[in-house]
C-alpha cells in the first residue's frame, strides 16, 4: 500500500514539473507573440517574426500548464488522505495525469493552430479545432469522474462514520 502511495506520487510530481515545463515554454511563445520578435537577451541575434495565434490563446496555454501542473502536485501532497478512501490509488493519479496532458496539450493548439480553440467540433472544417475539442472532452470527462469518485468516497464514509 504504501509502495503504490509513494509510486503514484513520484508519478505526479513528475508529469507536475513536465507539465509546468510546457507552461514556461508556452510563457517564452507568450512573450514572443507580445513584442513580436524573437530574442532572449544575453543570447544575441533578432527574429523578426509575429507568431501566430492572438492574446487569449497565449495566455491561456502559458496558465493551463502552470495550474494542471501545480494541480497535479497539489494531488501528490494530499495523496496520503486519499489512499485511506481509494483501494487502487495509483489509478487515480494516472487519471488525473491524463487529465492534465490532454488539456493542457488541448490548450497548446490554440495559439500554434489558427482556429483550434476546440471549444466545438466542426467536422470536415477544422481538424486542429476537432482534435483540441476531443482532448477537452477527454480531459473534463476523466476530471469530472475522478472528483465525483472522490466526493462520493470521501463523504460516503463520513457519513457511515456518523451513522455507527
Known amino acids: 500500500m504504501k509502495n503504490e502511495l509513494t509510486r503514484s506520487q513520484k ?8 507539465v509546468l515545463l510546457v507552461g514556461f515554454v508556452m510563457g517564452f511563445g507568450f512573450l514572443f507573440f507580445l513584442i513580436g520578435e524573437i530574442s532572449l537577451w544575453p543570447i544575441p541575434g533578432v527574429i523578426h517574426y509575429q507568431l501566430p495565434g492572438t492574446y487569449d490563446a497565449w495566455r491561456m496555454a502559458h496558465m493551463e500548464g502552470i ?3 501545480l494541480m497535479l502536485w497539489i494531488l501528490a501532497a494530499v ?3 486519499l489512499n485511506t478512501v481509494f483501494q487502487k490509488i495509483y489509478r487515480v493519479a494516472v ?3 491524463i487529465v492534465a496532458w490532454t488539456i493542457v496539450i488541448a490548450s497548446v493548439l490554440d495559439p500554434i493552430f489558427p482556429m483550434a480553440r476546440g471549444l466545438s467540433f466542426t467536422p ?4 486542429g479545432n476537432d482534435v483540441a475539442f476531443f482532448l477537452f472532452y477527454i480531459g473534463i470527462a476523466l476530471a469530472f469522474v475522478v472528483v465525483i469518485a472522490v466526493a462520493v468516497k470521501c463523504l460516503g464514509r463520513e457519513r457511515e462514520a456518523i451513522s455507527e
Open 124 to 127: 470536415e472544417t477544422n481538424l
Open 67 to 69: 495550474t494542471n501542473g
Open 79 to 81: 495523496l496520503p488522505t
Open 11 to 18: 508519478l505526479l510530481l513528475g508529469h507536475g514539473a513536465l
Open 95 to 97: 487519471a488525473m495525469v
